[in-house]
């Protein structure tokens, strides 16, 4: 079985998770920090906003049953990709909107993808989803996986 990994920040990890952990074809997820500067951060480190790190869920899915172009669906219809550092009220460079991307195949579908977004119209301001390399994930406490799904919860309550 083949299988690849998606990095995605979108706002808030717990509700980003449940969202792509409930898709056919998608075989784990795991939250964590990526795209930040210090090693090991721990969430109380990127709460400061100083890290550099987003929020991110690493995906791993299968892409026979589910397609990057698919997940990417997934991400620009479950937040705002408009919003600069920010996501409903979670504000700071943690919630950014962020593609990180595996692979060139990746980068150029990631592109395409954000492109179609923009000349849609569905949005009426600029998107600023920054597409950029997966660089090392920083898989986040146990007490963040499956936040919600441990409490009972589909979504975050804003």
């Known amino acids: 079985m083949h299988t690849e990994k998606a990095t995605f920040g979108a706002g808030c990890f717990w509700g980003v998770e449940e969202i792509f952990r409930n898709l056919k074809g998608v075989l784990s997820t795991a939250v964590g920090y990526a795209g930040g500067a210090k090693d090991n951060p721990t969430y109380e480190d990127v709460c400061t906003d100083k890290t550099g790190h ?19 669906d997934v991400f620009w219809s479950n937040h705002d990709p408009t919003t600069m550092n920010r996501q409903g009220p979670d504000v700071g460079t943690q919630y950014r909107s962020v593609i990180f991307y595996h692979s060139p195949e990746q980068e150029a579908t990631a592109l395409a993808s954000k492109e179609r977004v923009e000349k849609s119209g569905r949005f ?24 919600l799904q441990k409490r009972g919860q589909s979504h975050c309550a804003v």
Do not use: C, G, M
């Open 124 to 147: 009426n301001r600029p998107v600023v989803t920054q597409v950029e390399p997966a660089r090392k994930f920083w898989r986040a406490e146990e007490y963040h996986q499956r936040y």
């Open 54 to 72: 987003a929020e991110v869920v690493e995906v791993e899915f299968e892409p026979s049953k589910i397609s990057y172009d698919e997940l990417l």
